[in-house]
């Protein structure tokens, strides 16, 4: 294995220098597991690339010498994406993180990869512009595009997959392609955009993003609206989105994980339902919205309708909500959190939420349910004592039944973490005979199956 | 031959009845062109489908006696698409035209792909609901699909591809696949919605589709707005686009085109740099769009901002707008149309429109100048005599110098018509590496090169 690992690093240095290339025990442990509960392996040698032509040097040796690459943003992901399966070079992108161009006219900027999505906020801001993509984490914009990744704001401004106009992209052969171009719009060629973005490092490797941005809205207004029951909530929604209100985030937290947050977040929202809201717009626009939505929302009879203008309030609410997470790993220390990431249609939203809370309680699960209620996906947040096997059997076998009951109802397995290792299982069940197509793809685009093995499809080989 | 089509209708037979299959001299010629200037052709048969069955059996007996096919809707194409290139059976969805399911929560429907989408809006008004892509000419919105295709609200609502959750697809062996699901995002699996969209029919044939649709808006307002220069006008819009005026039609017609508009359309207005806009949203937050809007329009010098709140008066804008086309054909009626659809970054617009008409200008080209600016694409709608060379070349070769420019400013050869016959010569040169990887898909999914072959791209066979 040594001569191996040396062997390995020889065949590197041939373009890379000392510097760029680590095996050390902290480094490759540090590179071993994601945020997610799935059990760490370490890879074989961490390298980390400063151009494109570096990229496509270790996807020589990779191939050369039959051993995967995984490519490596900052270790966020929820499912595993980023665990080896066996011998692997795990491609971190720490030194490709820059801004190459923004382009302000043109709403566009390009990236290196491995820039954080609040640095790169932190520069448009400076240009009166924003990224639109909030997941929460301080995540990667490659890891972003390879887990097709959303979160808050999505109701309003779409996916990853909405924003990315181009990608440079290293493959398995070790050509570098572009996938798009700098036009908003292109009926040239098949979609590549479509199909690498939420790749999950299977297809290629990113070197280069251009994404779409947006100006920053004149005005934002934020609420807060408590709900007797997820049913009247969800149903206010609905309305709210066929009345054609441009809501620009709308985030479902359970009673339960209200007094969480509350403890967490050191705030004093009441334990009932939660409807957190946001408004992008112009003033008078926003202020008719808002008082719309107010109307819709008690319609449903909803008990308060708290408006929060300004910037601090704002801020409150949405760094509350996006670290509930933490809040209920802070909470339980003893346990690893599970999160389930089902997206349905959003008429049977309350249904598979009931099932999910009836299920939750047939087996003890400990945890909340949070929900990007506009876009019909929910997280179910389970507590697991991962040293108890029962405690693990339950919340699997929970996570599957509602995987399964999610597709019933025409949804999908995975809104917005990404297939990985977690929701692999699920994908024929999911995808029917496309799933066949997607191997084909695979197969053609990687014959040697170097591209981040073992995540989002399987293939022989 | 006469053999080869009794062989062909006699295996077409085993499934289908006589009355979904014709060779009659007028329906191949009905069926030999489309809407552009590209010569026709018959096709050797003409199948009705009624089911996906049917499409099956199709595919069975084409791949049997290895003849292409090729998937028709209105033929209202603009490159060629539906225009065979050899012996082809064409599957004419006529007969395929139903709603299926209209989701109102979901803001979903299911459609059959012979659906025109003007009956389709007809039917969706009455559930309060619209379906956005709005591309001028009454098109199926399995063409729609096909090419990707947009037009004057897609600055506000996207593309056909953002609009596509599902497709039901028939696969050239004959499987039948799903690209997607009823959820409102995704991350599992290939996005093959984003794929097969805008594959025009060289990847599957669309059986069945699941479109996104939008609560029609609360209140539309239209203006029109004059210049001194193109360059202004754009100026304008880009700053419009900048401040996050969500503006959701912005149409340039240059001062040449709006005398054929007038004369079509009967209206009067000034002959002059225009942009037509549209606005939808709320009362209180349109009054102020507006306003901000003429601010920033006046800050460019426009001459004049006419606002048109009702609803005749906003028809009249957008029936004269998409009349334009005809307007043209009306006023040269010896000569045919050439379109080109080069879509550039906006920052670059003026520079290809002042490309543009200083080569129309050199050669001698008849025609007019209309954008959607927003989105940074163009039409030069070229009047050519297609038996004078020379008129002919010139068109060519101007098409050529223009898609050549686009390219070299980051943008695409095709914003929204597609690829076809017409722009098959620009694609290695715009995907450059890119074109392989496309090549390696097209070849994977159908081997026997039977999807709509000569269209979109070329392989070897």
């Known amino acids: 294995m040594s001569i191996h690992v040396n062997q390995l690093i020889e065949q590197l240095l041939i373009s890379l220098d000392q510097t760029q290339i680590t095996h050390s025990e902290t480094e490759l442990l540090n590179h071993s597991k994601d945020e997610s509960y799935h059990a760490g392996k370490n890879p074989t040698v961490i390298v980390y690339p400063r151009s494109k032509e570096d990229v496509v040097h270790i996807m020589a040796v990779s191939s050369k010498m039959n051993i995967p690459v995984i490519p490596y943003g900052r270790g966020s992901s929820l499912e595993g994406h980023i665990i080896p399966i066996g011998d692997a070079i795990t491609i971190d992108f720490a030194e490709m993180n820059k801004i190459i161009d923004i382009r302000a006219?043109?709403?566009?900027?390009?990236?290196?990869?491995?820039?954080?999505?609040?640095?790169?906020?932190?520069?448009?801001?400076?240009?009166?512009?924003?990224?639109?993509?909030?997941?929460g984490a301080d995540a990667s914009i490659g890891g972003m595009?390879?887990?097709?990744?959303?979160?808050?704001?999505?109701?309003?401004?779409?996916t990853m997959r909405d924003q990315v106009r181009d990608l440079e992209v290293v493959l398995a052969n070790g050509s570098v392609i572009h996938t798009g171009n700098l036009a908003a719009k292109s009926s040239s060629g098949y979609h590549l955009n479509g199909?690498?973005?939420?790749?999950?490092?299977?297809?290629?490797?990113?070197?280069?993003?251009?994404?779409r941005v947006f100006g920053i809205p004149e005005f934002q207004v934020a609420a807060r609206v408590n709900f007797e029951t997820v049913d009247s909530a969800i149903d206010a929604v609905t309305t709210i989105r066929q009345a054609g209100i441009p809501i620009a985030r709308v985030e479902l937290v359970d009673a339960g994980s209200i007094e969480h947050l509350n403890a967490y977040s050191k705030t004093n929202f009441p334990m009932k339902t939660t409807l957190f809201l946001e408004f992008h717009g112009n003033e008078a626009g926003l202020a008719q919205d808002l008082e719309f939505t107010k109307e819709i929302m008690e319609d449903h009879g909803c008990s308060n309708f708290v408006v929060e203008s300004d910037t601090k309030a704002r801020n409150i609410i949405w760094e509350a909500r996006h670290n509930l997470a933490y809040a209920f790993i802070h909470s339980y220390r003893d346990k690893k959190m599970m999160t389930?990431?089902?997206?349905?249609?959003?008429?049977?939203?309350?249904?598979?939420?009931?099932?999910?809370?009836?299920n939750m309680d047939k087996k003890n699960i400990v945890g909340g349910i949070i929900g990007h209620v506009g876009d019909g996906n929910f997280h179910v947040s389970m507590m697991v004592n991962m040293d108890h096997t029962q405690d693990v059997k339950n919340?699997?076998?929970?996570?599957?039944?509602?995987?399964?009951?999610?597709?019933?109802?025409?949804?999908?397995?995975?809104?917005?973490?990404?297939?990985?290792?977690?929701?692999?299982?699920y994908q024929k069940l999911e995808h029917g005979p496309a799933y066949e197509v997607m191997q084909v793809i695979k197969k053609s685009l990687d014959p040697q199956n170097l591209l981040n093995p073992g995540k989002l499809i399987l293939v022989d080989s």
Chains 1, 2 share one sequence.
Do not use: M, W
Not at 113 to 131: M, T, V
Not at 198 to 208: P, V
Not at 340 to 358: E, K, N, W, Y
Not at 397 to 422: K, P, Q, R, Y
């Open 395 to 425: 919340a699997v076998e929970f996570n599957a039944d509602l995987v399964e009951f999610g597709l019933s109802l025409g949804g999908t397995c995975t809104g917005e973490h990404g297939v990985g290792i977690g929701k692999l299982k």
């Open 145 to 158: 595009v390879a887990t097709n990744a959303s979160g808050t704001t999505s109701v309003k401004y779409g």
């Open 105 to 135: 006219e043109d709403l566009l900027v390009t990236v290196q990869p491995g820039i954080g999505r609040i640095d790169l906020n932190n520069e448009l801001r400076k240009h009166g512009l924003f990224f639109s993509v909030d997941p």
């Open 340 to 358: 389930t990431d089902v997206c349905v249609p959003i008429s049977s939203l309350a249904t598979a939420i009931h099932f999910a809370r009836d």
């Open 195 to 211: 199909l690498f973005v939420g790749s999950e490092g299977t297809l290629g490797t990113f070197t280069e993003i251009t994404l």
